[in-house]
């Protein structure tokens, strides 16, 4: 099977910066997405890293190690807004289209 | 613009009843169409996928069985309805080919089985 770790809660002050941490076992590596869910709503895709380094999206930015099977989001000025579930997922081979997933990690803004 | 429609939103059924959820696809063609189930607090569990009318893979076993019967037309079905089948049903999309072949998903479906 294909293991996908993150955090399973996290918590920041508003206007702060969170990471959130992805480590993945798994059989081959082509590509690896961020999904932010609100609580009771579908994932919304966020970014998405191939090759090592950083991917930056205004207040998100995305960063892949491939050699060491890691990955981190990060979310900078917290806003209340951003309180929801992120999730990792990988995709595992370059022949099909499937995707695995993280648990998820619960991000709660305060105030 | 793509959309992607899911209906109904939410469902309750009583064990041993069957199932059948819909969702479509609009403005785009010969999508790859998934079907995901989400259980309370846990990640995305992959049912099935198509990459075409009538071309299923089915990722885990289970009660629960899938049809492509148009190209953007895609059926989730049971025909008994288990405790265990609970959960948020998201459907999602892709453009195949393309060299990140992004998912988009739907609303979702959530169903309770009592």
């Known amino acids: 099977g294909q293991n996908i770790d993150q955090p399973t809660e996290m918590t920041a002050t508003e206007g702060a910066i969170v990471q959130i941490n992805c480590t993945y076992q798994t059989s081959g590596f082509n590509g690896l997405f961020w999904y932010q869910q609100h609580a009771g709503e579908a994932p919304t895709f966020l970014s998405y890293n191939v090759l090592d380094g950083l991917e930056e999206k205004g207040r998100f930015s995305s960063f892949l190690s491939r050699s060491k099977g890691y990955s981190y989001l990060l979310l900078k000025e917290l806003q209340m807004k951003d309180s929801a579930s992120y999730l990792c997922?990988?995709?595992?081979?370059?022949?099909?289209?499937?995707?695995?997933f993280g648990a998820g990690t619960t991000v709660t803004v305060r105030a | 613009s793509q959309t992607i429609h899911q209906w109904p939103a939410t469902l309750v059924q009583p064990v041993g009843s069957p199932l059948s959820l819909e969702c479509t696809v609009e403005?785009?063609?010969?999508?790859?169409l998934y079907w995901y189930r989400q259980a309370a607090g846990r990640g995305l569990q992959l049912l099935f996928y198509s990459v075409g009318i009538g071309q299923i893979s089915s990722e885990v076993p289970q009660n629960l069985s899938a049809s492509r019967p148009q190209d953007r037309q895609f059926i989730l079905s049971s025909k008994k309805l288990l405790l265990s089948d609970s959960g948020f049903y998201l459907c999602?999309?892709?453009?195949?080919?393309?060299?990140?072949?992004?998912?988009?998903f739907g609303p979702g479906t959530r169903l309770l089985v009592l």
């Open positions: 403005g785009t063609s010969n999508p790859n």
């Open positions: 999602a999309w892709s453009v195949p080919g393309q060299e990140k072949e992004t998912q988009y």
């Open positions: 997922a990988v995709r595992v081979s370059s022949n099909d289209y499937k995707l695995s």
